[in-house]
């Protein structure tokens, strides 16, 4: 593997899923590759597990680390190409080029600007990312997706439901509510990941006019009736989005999209999944996050393991 941006770096999503439940049980086991080598991990907007998780990730295969959050701690950054730079002291393209002699893999975090939604799917900053980095890339979030979150998610599937399965497994995706708009990343990395894995049975429900993306969503049936949609589910995972037909608006907070205990009764007892951070008593009721069903720690926990498979595949890449 070279660099990682998508689904689409990978060959085989459920070989990928079992080496990483794998890796989880001996996660020390491959520190040869990590000898001498730098994983960089920048920042271009918040994060608590991804940051730790990666950092942990990195500490199991025996790399050393360093993390910029570019906000905080460096020069503010321009983006666009052949601007007077009035306000912005360093441009992307020296940045990404510096930091990219410092490390042997660069991973990135950098959220959409939910404005100029072109800009955002053509994933413009990322390109640029891409393009200037001397070393492979690994996407830790950008405009349109968050392939790490989603294949933690994966494997926390896997592991309380093993994809061979006889029995399908129904999986739904449920928009909820939110006071400020937010990315539609997660909700699009989900649904493409998922749907590699033939034995899912996967159902996307939202309010009218939060239709994903049809690159992500198509084929997949999506319902605007959310305890339709619930009925016996396995999993039901919580996310809010942002309008992507009306580009970055919040046209809903209905509170009825909040998950409940009575939703959840809908369900086949199923688990309970969301990527966090959460607002508690808007997207979910606490009586599910703090349910037994309630799985976000593990999916939380699985990131580790999430991360240090793919960094794995790009150091073994690099021997
Ligand atoms: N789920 C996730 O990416 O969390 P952070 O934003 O805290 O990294």
Redesign the pocket.
Known sequence: MNNFFSVEDVINVYDLVKEAIILKKNPYSFKEFGLNKTIGLVFFN??????ISCQKAAFNLGCHTWTLDINKDSWKIEMSDGSVMMKTQEHIKEAINVMSIYCDILAVRSFPNLLNREEDYKEVIFNKILLYSKVPVVNM?SATL?PL?SLADLMTIAEIKPFYDKKKSKVVLSWAPHIKPLPQSVANSFSQWISKIKEIDFTITCPDKYNLFENFSKNIYTTYNQNKAFLKADFIYAKNWSSYIDYGKVLCNNSDWMITKDKMKLTNQAKFMH???VRRNMVVEDAVLDSPDSIVLKQAENRIYASQIIFLKILQSLS
């Open positions: 918040p994060s608590l597990r991804t940051r979030e968050h979150q990527c966090l951070p």
